[in-house]
C-alpha cells in the first residue's frame, strides 16, 4: 500500500515537469516578445534601446535554463505575470472566475450522475426489452448531439420561446441550469451505456446467484451488491471525465456566456494574450492532475482487495 | 461482410454517412449558387424559392454554404482522425514490440501528454500559434495521438503474448513481416472500430474550435463556424441555426452507430472500450 503511493507520488515529477515545460514554452514563443510587450506598455517610440533594456529587465538576455528556473519559481506562487489586455494581474483574473467553471463542472457531473445511475440500472434490469432499446437509442442520440447545438437549441426554446431562463447569465444559480445540462447531456449518455454494461456483468456472477438464493429483496440486492460492485470500475473514469468537463467548460461558457475561465482563455487565444492562457494550461493541468490523484489514492478504501490488511507488498509481488 | 450487412447499427451509420457524402461531393455541382457571393439585399432571408435553406447575415446562400462547409468539416475531420491513429499506431506498436527501456521512456511521454485534458492541450497548442485551420489541425493531433499510443501498446501485448505468435517469434520471425503476418491482422478490428468512432469525436471537436472562432476563419465556410454566425441572429432568424447543427449531429451520428455496430459484429468490446 504504501509503495503503491510512494509509486504513484514519484509518477507526479516527470508529468510535472512536462506541464512546466510547456507552461514556460507557451510564454517563450509569445510572438515579437519584448517588442510587441513595449508598444502594448507604452503606445510610444521603439528604440533599439528600448528593447534591450525591456529585455534585460524581463530577463529575457539570460539563457533559457534560467529562465525556466525563473518562470517555476514564479509558477510556484502562481505567480503568471500581468495580462496584456486588461493590465491586471493574471493570478487575481483567473482566480475570480475559477469558482465560476468549478460550479459549473461539479453541476455538470452531478447531474451526469443523477441521470446516468437510474438510467443504467433500468437499462440493466430491463436488458432487451423497450426501455433498454429506448434508452441504449438515446444514448447514442445525446453522445452525438454537439454541444454547442444542443445548447443553442435549448436557449432558443427555453429562454427566448417559453421566457424561462435568462438569455445571457449573470452568475445566479439559475442561469447555471441550461449550461449544466449542456455541458452534461454528452457525458450521461455516455455513462448511461457504461453503467448498463458493468450492472449486466455483476448480475451474471455467482455471488450474485448467491444472494438471490439467499431471499434477499431485489432492493437490498441492487444497492448493496450490485451498485457497489458495478460501480467500482467507473470511479477511476470519472475522475478522468471531471478533466473532459473542464475542457469542453470552454465551448458551453461561450454559448451562454458564463463568466468562467473557459470564456476567458477563448478571449485571449483570440487577443493573443499569452500570459493568461499559460496560466490557464497550468492551472487546468494541476486540476486535473489532483482530481486523479485523489481518485487513486481513495480508490483503495473503497475496494477492500486493494486494502492494506496484512502486507501489501507480498501481494504485489 | 454478411454479417455486417445483417447489423441494423452498421446499415443505418453507412447509410446516413453514404447520403451525407453524396450531398457533399455532388451537392455543390448541383446547386450553382455562389457560396461567397454577398447580396445585401437579401440578407436573413427565411427558406424561399431562390434560397433553399435562406440566407445569412451577409446575404450568402446558406444551402451552398451547407455544401461546402461539409467537405471542410468532414474532409479534415477523416484525415485528422487517419494522422491521429496511425500516429497512434506506429509509436503504440513501437513501443509494445521493443519493450524495456524504450517502451518505458515512450510511455512516460505519453503520460505527460494525458496528464493534460486533450481540450485544453489543443488550446495551447492554438494559442501558440494563432487561432487558424491549421493551428487547429496541428493542436488536435498533437493532443489526441497519445490516447491512441496507449491503446495500440495494450493490444500488441495482447496480440504478441497469443500462442501462434509466439510460435512465430520462436521459429525465427522478426521485424515487418512480424508485424504485418502476425500483429496487425490482429489490431484491424479494433482499430477499424475506434477509427469510426474517433471520425465522430474528431468532427465535434474541429466544428466546436471553428464554433470558437479558434478553427477555420472566415470567409470559409464551417459547419462550426455558421453556428457561430447564426447565435447572433437567433432572436430574428433562429432558422440559420438549424442546417448546420443538423449537419454536424446527423455526421457525427452517422460515424458512431457504424462504429458501435462494428464493434458488436467484429467482437471487440473488450479491446475498444476505454
Known amino acids: 500500500m504504501k509503495s503503491l503511493i510512494q509509486r504513484r507520488l514519484l509518477m507526479l515529477i516527470p508529468t510535472l515537469v512536462g506541464i512546466s515545460l510547456l507552461g514556460f514554452i507557451l510564454l517563450e514563443l509569445m510572438p515579437g516578445d519584448a517588442t510587441t510587450l513595449l508598444m502594448r506598455r507604452s503606445a510610444g517610440e521603439v528604440t533599439p534601446e528600448a528593447i534591450d533594456n525591456l ?15 525563473r518562470w517555476v519559481g514564479r509558477a510556484v506562487r502562481l505567480d503568471f505575470g500581468t495580462s496584456f489586455s486588461s493590465g491586471e494581474p ?7 472566475r475559477l469558482p465560476a467553471t468549478l460550479a459549473l463542472a461539479l453541476g455538470a457531473f452531478t447531474f451526469m450522475l443523477t441521470v446516468t445511475l437510474p438510467l443504467g440500472v433500468l437499462s440493466a434490469l430491463r436488458k432487451n426489452q423497450w426501455p433498454d432499446h429506448l434508452i441504449r437509442v438515446g444514448a447514442i442520440v445525446f453522445h452525438s448531439v454537439p454541444a454547442y447545438w444542443l445548447g443553442l437549441l435549448l436557449l432558443w426554446v427555453f429562454a427566448l420561446k417559453l421566457g424561462l431562463f435568462r438569455v445571457v447569465g449573470q ?10 445540462v449542456t455541458l452534461g447531456s454528452g ?17 451474471e456472477q455467482d455471488y450474485i446467484r448467491l444472494v438471490y438464493a439467499k431471499g434477499l429483496s431485489r432492493r437490498i440486492l441492487i444497492f448493496r451488491h450490485v451498485l457497489k460492485n458495478a460501480l467500482l470500475p467507473l470511479v477511476t473514469l470519472w475522475g478522468m471525465s ?3 468537463l473542464l475542457g469542453g467548460s470552454v465551448i458551453v461558457e461561450s454559448v451562454f456566456s458564463w463568466p468562467g475561465v473557459g470564456k476567458l482563455v477563448v478571449d485571449a487565444i483570440l487577443n493573443r494574450d499569452h500570459p493568461v492562457i499559460q496560466a490557464y494550461v497550468v492551472l487546468m493541468a494541476l486540476i486535473f492532475i489532483s482530481v486523479n490523484l485523489i481518485v487513486d489514492l481513495v480508490y483503495p478504501l473503497l475496494d477492500p482487495r486493494l486494502r492494506p490488511r496484512r502486507s501489501a507488498e507480498a501481494m504485489e509481488g | 461482410m454478411k454479417r455486417l450487412l445483417h447489423n441494423r447499427l452498421v446499415v443505418t451509420g453507412a447509410g446516413i454517412l453514404v447520403f451525407l457524402m453524396i450531398l457533399v461531393m455532388l451537392g455543390p455541382i448541383v446547386v450553382s449558387s455562389d457560396p461567397f457571393e454577398m447580396n445585401p439585399l437579401h440578407r436573413l432571408e427565411p427558406p424561399n424559392s431562390a434560397y433553399p435553406l435562406g440566407t445569412d ?27 491521429i491513429l496511425f500516429s497512434g499506431l506506429v509509436v503504440g506498436l513501437a513501443a509494445g514490440l521493443a519493450g524495456g527501456r524504450i517502451e518505458e521512456i515512450i510511455m512516460r511521454l505519453v503520460d ?14 492554438i494559442g501558440v500559434l494563432g487561432p487558424s485551420l491549421e493551428s487547429a489541425i496541428t493542436g488536435i493531433c498533437i493532443s489526441w495521438w ?38 496487425l491482422p490482429q489490431l484491424a478490428p479494433p482499430l477499424l472500430v475506434l477509427a469510426s468512432l474517433e471520425m465522430g469525436t474528431m468532427i465535434l471537436v474541429f466544428s466546436g474550435l471553428s464554433f470558437l472562432g479558434l478553427g477555420a476563419q472566415a470567409p470559409t465556410p464551417e459547419w462550426g463556424a455558421m453556428l457561430n454566425d447564426a447565435r447572433h441572429f437567433m432572436q430574428t432568424t433562429p432558422h440559420m441555426m438549424l442546417a448546420p447543427g443538423l449537419a454536424i449531429f446527423l455526421s457525427v451520428l452517422g460515424f458512431n452507430l457504424l462504429g458501435e455496430g462494428l464493434r458488436d459484429a467484429l467482437n471487440v468490446r473488450e479491446m475498444t472500450e476505454f
Do not use: H, N
Not at chain 1, 457525458?187 to 451505456?193: K, N, V
Not at chain 2, 479534415?76 to 494522422?83: D, E, K, L, N
Not at chain 2, 481540450?119 to 495551447?124: F, G, K, M, S, Y
Not at chain 2, 520462436?170 to 504485418?180: F, W
Open chain 1, 171 to 180: 452568475g445566479a444559480w439559475q442561469d447555471l441550469i441550461l449550461p449544466i
Open chain 1, 55 to 69: 529585455r534585460r529587465e524581463l530577463g529575457l538576455d539570460r539563457p533559457w535554463p534560467v529562465r525556466y528556473l
Open chain 2, 146 to 183: 497519445p490516447v491512441y499510443a496507449r491503446l495500440v501498446r495494450g493490444m500488441t501485448l495482447t496480440a504478441m503474448a497469443k500462442p501462434w505468435v509466439q510460435a512465430a517469434r520462436i521459429s525465427g520471425t522478426r521485424g515487418m513481416r512480424l508485424i504485418i503476418r502476425y500483429i
Open chain 1, 242 to 244: 471531471f478533466g473532459y
Open chain 2, 57 to 83: 447575415y451577409l446575404g450568402r446562400c446558406l444551402l451552398s454554404r451547407l455544401l461546402v462547409a461539409g467537405r471542410i468539416s468532414l474532409g479534415t475531420s477523416v484525415w485528422v482522425s487517419v494522422v
Open chain 1, 187 to 203: 457525458m450521461a449518455a455516455f455513462y448511461s451505456r457504461m453503467t448498463r454494461e458493468r450492472v449486466i456483468d455483476v448480475l
Open chain 2, 112 to 125: 505527460i501528454f494525458l496528464a493534460l485534458p486533450s481540450l485544453v492541450l489543443t488550446l495551447a497548442v
Open chain 1, 90 to 96: 493574471v493570478r487575481r483574473e483567473i482566480f475570480s
